[in-house]
C-alpha cells in the first residue's frame, strides 16, 4: 500500500513541530523573508514566529541573512535534515550495548503468566521442548487424562534424547504403570517419593521459569519467569532429588 503525504506531514514525522514544519516551508518558498513575511506565509503570529524562528535557527533549519540592517531570514538545504537524522541514528548505534543492557536487566524482572485450557498447556510444553531440559515434580495421572498427546510428545522427545528430564513421581497407581511402560531414553532420570508422600497435580522448572499446572476444577498453567525464584526451587529440588529412591523397573510393582 502507497501512503503519501504532505510535506509537512514528512517534517512532523522527522521531530519537527507543525508550527516548525509550517515556518520552514513557508521560508523554503519565500527564499530571505521578513518575519512578517513568514508569518503571513505559514499563518502564524508574528511573536509565534520569532519563537520557532530561533528553535530552527538552533537546530540548524535556518540561518540569518548576513549584511542586512533589517533582519531577514533563509531556510537551510532539507539535507541538514538528512544530516541530522543520520548523526542521531550513529549515536544510538554507538550506545545501544548499554540501552540493551537495560533492556535486558528490566527483562530480569519477574514476569507471571496464566495459560488457560488444554491449549494453554499445550503452550507451555511446547516452551519446555523448546528449553531441552526440564525437573518435574508432582504426578501424570491427571495430564493422562486431559492431554495424553503431550505426555506421549513429552515421552518422544524423551526418548529421541531432545529433550534432558529430571521426573520426580509419587506412587500413585498411575505414576507406577507410566513408570513401567513409558519408553524413555537414557537421557530422561526418574525417582521417586516416599510412601505418603503426594503431590495434587504437576510442576515443573525449566530455563528460568517454574510453572505450576492445576486440572481441577479448571485447566489452567501459572508460569512465573524468574531466574531468582527457578534458581531457589531447584535447590530445594536438588535436595529432595538426593533422597528421593531413583527408578528400579524391578523394583516397581
Known sequence: MIIIMESGEVLKTVGLSQKEA??????????????????????????????????????????????????????????????????????????????????????????????EGKEGVRQVYQKIFEAGEVWFFGTVQELMKIYPEGLQAFVAATRDQKLHVRDFLTRSDEDLKYARTAQRGPNYDLRFLPEGFAFPSDSAIFANSVVFFSFHPQVFAVMISSGEIAGSLRALYELAWRSAEPYDRNSIK
Open 22 to 115: 509550517s515556518v520552514y516551508l513557508a521560508l523554503m518558498e519565500l527564499g530571505a523573508a521578513s518575519v512578517d513575511a513568514v508569518a503571513k506565509k505559514a499563518g502564524t503570529k508574528r511573536p509565534t514566529t520569532y519563537l520557532v524562528l530561533d528553535d530552527l535557527q538552533r537546530r540548524g533549519l535556518v540561518s540569518l541573512v548576513p549584511g542586512r540592517k533589517k533582519s531577514l531570514y533563509q531556510a537551510e538545504s532539507p539535507e541538514t535534515i538528512v544530516s541530522d537524522l543520520y548523526k542521531k541514528q550513529e549515536l544510538v548505534k554507538r550506545f545501544l550495548p548499554e540501552f540493551l543492557a537495560l533492556y535486558n536487566v528490566k527483562k530480569e524482572k519477574p514476569k507471571v503468566q496464566l495459560f
